[in-house]
């Protein structure tokens, strides 16, 4: 299997830009995950899918956050507009079954925005 | 979730064991201990983790205190790959509803040559 896939793992932007992320989760896993990681923060999870079903967003920041989930293949997080704050890293991760314990992380996609 | 406390960082001389500690004393009966680490630019990276009895699997070992208020994660022979974060966190395994995470600090595992 090729992992956790993540897209772009660069993403450079200007503030009030609408920033993308994608992910594909391991094929078979029903559970998904977003985290964002930065050095005042850590890692922080942002929001988790069971069943392409968002089950909790609580730790997403403010309103300009947005994450969907179409199919078990594709997730996407979405920042509108976005802000020099929002630079960090943010992880995709995937689990199977076991809910949130043994989770699968992607490569990151590093975000600056200007 | 119950809170865990890891020493900031720590070394260890490649060839030799690394004890990593985590104090978790306010952890419930049925919350897990987890141990990630985190290699540098990579994503975190699932190692092992258990309930009460001790676990091995080929990364490495998990001793869990009797009391279950602190566990260690044992790398037997540490080589430079191995430096990285090690985040420690306890979870109630299978649990529904909201799930929010902080991975907090976690230890910074120096190998030394």
């Known amino acids: 299997d090729a992992g956790v896939i993540q897209s772009p793992r660069h993403e450079v932007t200007e503030m009030g830009q609408e920033v993308t992320l994608r992910c594909k989760p391991i094929s078979g896993h029903d559970y998904l995950f977003w985290y964002r990681q930065t050095m005042m923060r850590g890692l922080e999870l942002l929001i988790y899918f069971n069943n392409n079903v968002p089950i909790d967003d609580s730790g997403m920041p403010e309103d300009r956050f947005s994450a969907k989930m179409p199919n078990a293949s594709f997730s996407t997080l979405k920042i509108q507009p976005s802000e020099p704050r929002d630079s960090a890293v943010y992880f995709c991760?995937?689990?199977?079954?076991?809910?949130?314990?043994?989770?699968?992380f992607g490569p990151g996609t590093r975000l600056l925005v200007l | 979730d119950a809170k865990t406390t890891q020493p900031t960082s720590m070394d260890c001389a490649e060839g030799r064991a690394a004890n990593l500690p985590c104090n978790h004393s306010t952890i419930s009966g049925n919350e897990y201990v987890y141990w990630y680490r985190q290699i540098h630019s990579q994503g975190p990276q699932y190692i092992i983790h258990?309930?009460?009895n001790n676990e091995t699997n080929e990364m490495a070992s998990l001793i869990i205190t009797e009391d279950r208020k602190s566990s260690t994660l044992i790398l037997p022979h540490a080589t430079l790959r191995d430096t990285a974060v090690y985040y420690c966190i306890v979870r109630v395994e299978n649990s529904g509803g909201y799930q929010k995470v902080t991975f907090g600090t976690g230890t910074k595992l120096q190998v030394i040559p």
């Open positions: 258990g309930l009460k």
């Open positions: 991760a995937s689990s199977a079954g076991t809910g949130w314990g043994t989770q699968y």
